[in-house]
């Protein structure tokens, strides 16, 4: 099934204005209500279409996915960072959370700059997920997906002029990545990045064992993970130039 999965840029003809965590999306059934009832999902809507919209007619595309016939089994979400930079209090543009954790309802009414006005041309993943956390047996995660729209993301950036792109990572925990959609630190390395900044993760360092992070440190500790690593947050980085 894996094998037949079409990877391509996200264009206008079909905008995915929310992410795969309560299901796989088809474009008939993206702008019906999510399973989560307590998301304002009209509003995300009239919040992210338009966002989108206007970051695709700015810069080309602002996501990658994957596709399965007619469903939507993969998502690959990058901004520019001078957008990200944009953001108050700071780039949090999760597309299923309201204000700050996601962009504020006017966010769209920004200038975004042009990519020729761009100073750090750097290109930012925010998140990326390969089929939907809803499923109980998942065929499209560990198939290569995730790395085929990574590769796809770079042979489209560099003739455009992007500089570099860059991603958040953690340690390789399966938690980390179904919550934040954010890949582990072997991935972004197998495909050619490189650390440039590590720190401790300030959500993760906000409790010690409640939550999330209870979780997260049982998962490192069953690995072998100590967990200052385990909070470690890694910038990493692919120069395209």
């Known amino acids: 099934m894996a094998a037949d999965v079409v990877i391509e840029m996200m264009s206008s003809e079909f905008i995915l204005w929310r992410c795969l965590h309560g299901g796989l999306l088809t474009k008939e059934t993206v702008d019906q209500p999510g399973p989560h009832p307590h998301i304002p999902w009209d509003q995300l809507r009239a919040r992210n279409v338009p966002f989108l919209v ?3 007619q700015v810069y080309g595309s602002c996501a990658v996915i994957g596709r399965d016939g007619n469903h939507i089994v993969g998502q ?3 901004y520019p960072k001078a957008v990200c930079n944009m953001a108050a209090p700071g780039p949090a543009l999760c597309l299923q959370q309201t204000f700050p954790n996601g962009p504020a309802d006017d966010f769209a009414e920004n200038d975004f ?4 006005q761009i100073a750090d041309k750097t290109l930012f993943v925010h998140c990326m997920m390969t089929g939907s956390p809803e499923q109980k047996d998942n065929p499209y995660q560990r198939k290569g997906l995730s790395s085929r729209m990574v590769r796809t993301l770079i ?4 003739p455009k002029g992007w500089n570099a792109i860059e991603a958040h990572a953690y340690a390789d925990l399966p938690c980390v990545y179904t ?3 954010q890949a582990g630190r072997t991935f972004w390395e197998k495909l050619g990045f490189g650390v440039v900044e590590s720190t401790i993760e300030p959500a993760f360092a906000e409790s010690a064992h409640e939550g999330f992070v209870g979780v997260l440190l049982k998962e490192a500790a069953d690995r072998g993970i100590d967990a200052d690593t385990a909070k470690t947050r890694y910038t990493m980085r692919l120069d395209l130039a």
């Open 179 to 181: 919550v934040t959609g």
């Open 113 to 116: 700059p042009p990519l020729d």
């Open 76 to 78: 690959l979400r990058f």
């Open 54 to 56: 206007k970051l695709t």
């Open 155 to 158: 042979d489209w950036a560099r």
